[in-house]
C-alpha cells in the first residue's frame, strides 16, 4: 500500500477528509467520516469516480501497453530528467508533495520521485489519471504514491494548498483546480509538443500534427490562474526499430484512431533505424497571489 499517506484526500461525494486505512488482509481503503469508502483495487489503485463517471475517453489496455514499452525502454528518458530537474529544486526539504496530473503509467513520476531521493528529500506522492489501465501500472511502478482514477475536470480530491508542486505532461490542465490545491510558493510543470514534434513519423503513420503557437495559447490559458516562470525546449533524437515506432505512434491521442496492424503496415518497409526528433516545450509556472488562496 502507498507510504504516501500524509496527503489531505478529500472525499469526491461530500468533500469531508478521506484517511487511508488498511484492513488485516492487507487491503486497502479510502473513507471518509460521512460513511463513503473506496476499496483499493488488487493492483493498488483507488477509483475515485462517481455519479455518472466521465465522458472523457481513457486510454485503452494497448495504448497503455504501448507507452510502457517505449518509455520503459528510455526513448524518452531525456524529459524524465528535465521534468525532475524542474521540479526538485522547488520542493521543501521536510514534508513536500507532487500531484502528477495525467500520471499515465506512472514513468516521469518515477523519475521524479527518485532524483528526490537521491537529494535527501522524501516526496508525499499523488497520481492521477482517468484510465485504469494505466493506474494499474502506475500503481506498479510507484507504489509509495497514491494513484487515483479521476476525472480531473472534476474537482480535484486534495485540500486546498496541499502539494508543492504539479506536473502535467501531455494531459489536460484545469489551471483553477491546480491553483486551488498548489501553495503559495509551489510550481506547475506542463510539457507539451512542439510544432515539428515528430514530424516524419507522423507524415508516415497518420499521426496528428502539432500547430504553431502552442506555448503562447498555453500561457493565455493559464494566465488567470498562474504566471509563466520559464519556458525551456527539450529536443530527444530518436533511433527507432519498426516495433519502437509503432508504439510510438500508438501510445499517443492518435492511438484512439489509429490501427495498430495499419501502422505495422505503414513502418514495415522502412530500413531501420526509422530517424525522427521529439520536440518538447517545458514550462513553468508560478501561481498567481490572488488565486493561490
Known amino acids: 500500500m502507498p507510504s504516501s499517506t500524509d496527503l489531505p484526500l478529500l472525499c469526491p461525494v461530500c468533500s469531508h477528509p478521506l484517511d487511508l486505512l488498511t484492513a488485516e488482509t492487507g487491503q486497502g481503503r479510502l473513507a471518509c467520516p460521512s460513511g463513503h ?6 493492483q493498488g489503485y483507488f477509483n475515485l469516480l462517481v455519479g455518472k463517471g466521465t465522458a472523457f475517453e481513457a486510454d485503452s489496455a494497448v495504448m497503455v501497453q504501448a507507452r510502457a514499452d517505449f518509455l520503459g525502454n528510455g526513448h524518452y528518458g531525456p524529459l524524465a530528467h528535465a521534468v525532475a530537474a524542474a521540479v526538485v529544486p522547488f520542493l521543501p526539504a521536510d514534508g513536500a508533495a507532487v500531484l502528477d496530473s495525467g500520471t499515465g503509467t506512472g514513468h516521469y513520476l518515477r523519475a521524479l520521485l527518485d532524483t528526490a531521493a537521491a537529494e535527501g528529500r522524501n516526496v508525499a506522492a499523488l497520481g492521477l489519471d482517468i484510465s485504469k489501465f494505466a493506474l ?8 509509495e504514491a497514491v494513484n487515483l482514477v479521476c476525472d480531473i475536470w472534476q474537482p480535484l480530491p486534495l485540500a486546498d494548498n496541499a502539494v508543492d508542486a504539479v506536473t502535467v505532461i501531455f494531459a489536460p490542465r484545469n489551471a ?7 501553495r503559495p510558493s509551489g510550481r506547475l510543470v506542463v510539457v507539451t509538443p512542439r510544432a515539428g514534434h515528430l514530424a516524419s513519423l507522423a507524415a508516415v503513420t497518420g499521426m496528428l500534427g502539432i500547430e504553431e503557437g502552442k ?10 490562474h498562474f504566471d509563466v516562470e520559464s519556458a525551456a525546449d527539450v529536443d530527444v533524437p530518436l533511433a527507432l526499430t519498426r516495433q519502437a ?4 505512434a500508438f501510445m499517443g491521442p492518435a492511438g484512439h484512431h489509429l490501427d495498430r496492424t495499419a501502422l505495422q503496415d505503414r513502418l ?5 533505424p526509422i530517424i525522427s526528433d521529439a520536440k518538447f516545450q517545458l514550462m513553468a509556472f508560478r501561481p498567481r497571489k490572488h488565486a493561490a488562496g
Do not use: H, I
Not at 176 to 182: G, I, K, S
Not at 268 to 272: A, D, R, T, V, Y
Open 136 to 143: 494499474r501500472r502506475a500503481a506498479r511502478l510507484n507504489p
Open 176 to 182: 483553477a483546480e491546480f491553483a486551488r490545491v498548489l
Open 37 to 42: 469508502s473506496f476499496d483499493a483495487a488488487r
Open 215 to 224: 506555448e503562447a495559447r498555453l500561457a493565455e490559458a493559464m494566465g488567470g
Open 245 to 248: 515506432a509503432v508504439d510510438l
Open 268 to 272: 514495415g518497409s522502412l530500413p531501420e
